[in-house]
């Protein structure tokens, strides 16, 4: 009795698995609104990054940064992403964040030993160490808001189309090759 309500569940999940898994077909680049931001990967060379003009059966058309536009045939895509917005801001500030506090923690304790240990003034708060612990906060976070901003320049992406036949360890990584793109006319 307790195998077949196990074996329920279990056929249960194995159904839920596989219906939530994603397809990536053609049907989500033909929902692409247009002004979209993507990047298009071609299936031998070649990388497009813009935004959608408009959608067809059997291409796309992107309209890139430096003005171009491009046709661009179903046949020839190997992966469509969705450009997502960087965070520069957020991880700056959460690097700066954690730069401070590991520049205080590394300042008081470069300081711990060089204090002398007077009667009145407690340990914590003796004039080297908080003078070192805010120095290095303040240079840790520096670096660390600079790291954080380095880290949230990059763009996030959503993987929505795969072609099938496309292998991305063959693709050589050169920017759009003009023998792959139609340009629009």
Same mark, same amino acid.
């Given at each position: 009795?307790?195998?077949?309500?196990?074996?329920?569940?279990?056929?249960?999940?194995?159904?839920?698995?596989?219906?939530?898994?994603?397809?990536?077909?053609?049907?989500?680049?033909?929902?692409?609104?247009?002004?979209?931001?993507?990047?298009?990967?071609?299936?031998?060379?070649?990388?497009?990054?813009?935004?959608?003009?408009?959608?067809?059966?059997?291409?796309?058309?992107?309209?890139?940064?430096?003005?171009?536009?491009?046709?661009?045939?179903?046949?020839?895509?190997?992966?469509?992403?969705?450009?997502?917005?960087?965070?520069?801001?957020?991880? #700056?500030? @959460?690097?700066?964040? *954690? %730069?401070? &506090?590991? +520049? !205080?923690?590394? =300042?008081?304790?470069?300081?711990?030993?060089?204090?002398?240990?007077?009667?009145?003034?407690?340990?914590?708060?003796?004039?080297?160490?908080?003078?070192?612990?805010?120095?290095? #906060?303040? @240079?840790?976070?520096? *670096? %660390?808001? &600079?790291? +954080? !901003?380095?880290? =949230?320049?990059?763009?996030?992406?959503?993987?929505?189309?795969?072609?099938?036949?496309?292998?991305?360890?063959?693709?050589?990584?050169?920017?759009?090759?003009?023998?792959?793109?139609?340009?629009?006319?």
């Amino acid at each position: 009795m307790i195998m077949r309500g196990m074996a329920a569940i279990f056929c249960v999940f194995m159904l839920s698995t596989v219906s939530l898994a994603r397809t990536y077909t053609w049907q989500a680049v033909q929902g692409l609104a247009a002004g979209m931001p993507v990047k298009v990967q071609m299936m031998r060379s070649g990388t497009v990054i813009g935004r959608v003009i408009s959608v067809s059966a059997s291409s796309i058309v992107v309209h890139t940064s430096n003005g171009s536009t491009y046709v661009i045939r179903r046949a020839r895509i190997g992966r469509i992403y969705i450009m997502g917005k960087t965070k520069i801001i957020r991880d #700056g500030l @959460i690097g700066a964040g *954690i %730069g401070g &506090i590991t +520049g !205080a923690v590394t =300042g008081a304790a470069l300081a711990k030993g060089n204090a002398p240990n007077g009667p009145v003034t407690p340990q914590c708060c003796q004039p080297d160490r908080v003078y070192l612990a805010a120095f290095f #906060g303040g @240079i840790f976070s520096v *670096i %660390g808001a &600079i790291a +954080g !901003a380095l880290i =949230g320049f990059r763009h996030t992406r959503t993987l929505i189309y795969k072609c099938r036949h496309h292998h991305p360890l063959k693709m050589k990584s050169h920017t759009h090759s003009m023998g792959m793109i139609l340009p629009a006319a």
